[in-house]
């Protein structure tokens, strides 16, 4: 088990300079930084702030790529560590900066020891939060010389004991999506509101009819939860009724075909709305995450491979509710995510307190390794 007090430094390093999605320059430099030291046989830059490392082993094979995330959360920071964030409304509090030190930590494992057969890809892949790094990565022509047989990654998992494997067969985190509805009429004087179209009525009409459509039960296979985001109608002028409002919902089912069957449905629903109240309508979706269907057959090894450490296990009968990009990967590779809990009364994810504890960062490292191994042989 690999307990370098160079990767809780570096760690510590990357918490106190958080980047958001899409915006991680800096932090791709200290990784890069990082990993020079380690001589890795290839380094290959993916979009505009992603990086990979690649491990050759000693005869060729399949290819296993253990992927972490490198943005921060665009929320201001409480704790008061001696290492807390140095920029003000931005933090790692979804703990990607755990994340990177363990797959930092296995570079150096594979600096000393590359694989017996195979190859191991080390990705760092930018703006998890936002659902667009996956796709970025994905579609940048230099992921083909990389391209994996398997795909692994891990998400630390507060609630759970510290250290404790959470493995899932069939879908780890569900398919998520936001739906953005527009909607203009026309603006007229508050006091003669039948001479235009106010759209106040239909967004009510809509987020009425669209919340009927939620089935909150984990362990229904039509689990549907539907929650209102934002909401915007006119503005604070008194003497005029509004022309113009839009209203936001995230959208979230176990599967990426019921998601295209209920915005489908969602669509149609609002347009028909906006038609009865003589709206104009426009709908567009934002950070959508694909749902991450997990390999039966990888979930096996991840379960024997968290025994075989002597690492305490639990199997989850229902998916995490929150949207994981990697799903992306999981819909074209085979590929699976586990959890690593990372205590029973750690503050949740992405709550203004939250900072990953080190002392789980081995634990997830030596999983990584052993299921690569797995993997390869």
């Given amino acids: 088990m690999i307990t370098d007090n160079e990767i809780v430094l570096l760690r510590k390093e990357l918490h106190q300079h958080p980047e958001i999605s899409g915006e991680e320059f800096e932090t791709k430099k200290r ?40 943005d921060a959360l665009p929320i201001q920071e409480i704790n008061k560590v001696d290492y807390t964030s140095k920029t003000a409304g931005k933090a790692h509090l979804c ?15 594979y600096s000393n ?14 703006a998890e939060e936002n659902g667009e790094g996956a796709k970025e990565v994905l579609a940048d022509t230099n992921f083909k010389q990389i391209e994996p047989d398997y795909a692994i990654a ?5 609630g759970y004991k510290k250290g404790q494997i959470v493995y899932k067969y069939g879908n780890f985190t569900p398919s998520v999506t936001s739906i953005i509805i527009k909607l203009t009429g026309k603006t007229s004087h508050a006091a003669e509101p039948h001479k235009g179209i106010n759209p106040s009525l239909a967004i009510s009409k809509i987020t009425q009819q669209m919340l009927a459509l939620a089935r909150n039960i984990e362990d229904d296979e039509h689990y549907t939860v539907i929650t209102p985001i934002y909401t915007h109608i006119g503005s604070k002028a008194y003497g005029t009724s509004a022309g113009y409002g839009e209203t936001h919902f995230t959208i979230r089912t176990l599967s990426n075909e019921r998601t295209k069957e209920l915005t489908d449905k969602i669509s149609a629903l609002a347009e028909t709305i906006a038609k009865e109240e003589q709206l104009t309508i426009a709908i567009s979706f934002t950070e959508a995450f694909e749902a991450n269907e997990n390999n039966p057959e990888i979930v096996d090894i991840i ?31 085979k590929g699976a995510m586990f959890g690593l809990g990372s205590g029973e009364d750690t503050p949740r994810l ?16 030596a999983m990584f390794i052993n299921i690569a191994q797995k993997l390869l042989t």
């Fill in 31 to 70: 990784i890069i930084a990082f990993f020079d030291q380690l001589q890795p046989d290839q380094m290959v830059h993916l979009g505009k702030t992603g990086v990979a490392f690649v491990f050759n082993g000693k005869t060729s094979g399949k290819t296993v790529m253990l992927r972490c995330e490198l």
């Fill in 95 to 109: 703990g990607h900066d755990g994340h990177m030190s363990i797959l930092a930590a296995a570079g150096k494992y």
């Fill in 113 to 126: 020891t590359r694989p017996a057969k195979g190859r191991v890809v080390l990705l760092y892949q930018p």
């Fill in 154 to 158: 891990l998400h630390n998992v507060p």
């Fill in 303 to 333: 379960k024997q491979t968290a025994t075989d450490n002597n690492f305490d296990t639990l199997e989850k009968p229902s998916p995490f509710p929150w949207g994981e990009d990697f799903g992306l990967f999981t819909t074209i590779y």
């Fill in 350 to 365: 992405h709550n203004p307190d939250y900072d990953f504890p080190d002392e789980i960062a081995p634990i997830g490292t």
